[in-house]
């Protein structure tokens, strides 16, 4: 295993217990973050034309995603859970809305009905263990969201992707590799804050 790899796997352990503790210290985080980002919806471009709007269903010690599917519903946008169709390949997404059934998605997961539709998001919100200031994130190994997010972004500029962790999640510099997609913004219980693209001045 390379010395990169060897140094993730070291920060995914001390970053998973890192956001079992902010876990338990804020039990109210998914609410308050969810309510930063309907106060922030003209910002984060989802204010107006409905939006197709990827949350990843939580699981384990992740922040609580409910409230957010509930606000992006109602403030009208369609929302979509991601499905993992194969290893090694981009994820595939399909609607869900609040009060919609839900099955098993293995490894904890929950995703849609298999015969819900599959779309295309203009917008992901996506997990992560750890996140620095530059946007990059620390995963889960997969490489997932990194693959989807190149192949989004190499077919439209306009396609966002926020983070979404407890603040206490930052950390100075996240391990890289260069597949690795960043983040154009930051979800938290403490508010919502654009990263700055590499280079910009």
């Known amino acids: 295993m390379s010395e990169p790899a060897t140094r993730k796997d070291h920060e995914r352990k001390s970053a998973s217990a890192r956001r ?16 930063h980002v ?15 709007a990827s949350v990843f269903w939580s699981m384990g010690n992740e922040i609580d995603t409910g409230p957010l599917l509930k606000i992006l519903h109602t403030m009208g946008h369609r929302t979509a859970l991601p499905v993992v169709a194969k290893k ?9 809305a609040p009060g919609d059934a839900l099955a098993d998605g293995g490894f904890g997961t929950s995703i849609p009905a298999a015969d819900a539709e599959e779309v ?11 996140f620095d ?8 190994g997969g490489g997932f969201y990194d693959r989807t997010l190149e192949m989004l972004r190499a077919g439209s500029d306009d396609v966002i992707a926020i983070g979404v962790a407890f603040s206490g999640q930052r950390v100075d510099t996240v391990p890289r590799g260069p597949h690795d ?11 919502v804050s654009r990263f700055e693209p590499e280079g910009a001045s």
């Open 133 to 140: 200031n530059d946007g990059f994130r620390l995963g889960y």
């Open 20 to 35: 079992g503790e902010l876990h338990a210290a804020h039990p109210d985080g998914g609410i308050r973050l969810a309510a």
């Open 38 to 52: 309907r106060d922030k919806a003209e910002t984060l471009g989802l204010a107006g034309v409905p939006k197709t």
């Open 120 to 130: 295309t998001p203009d917008v992901l919100f996506v997990p992560l263990l750890a």
């Open 88 to 96: 090694a390949a981009p994820l595939i997404f399909r609607l869900w």
């Open 181 to 191: 997609q960043p983040l154009d913004w930051i979800a938290t219980e403490l508010g």
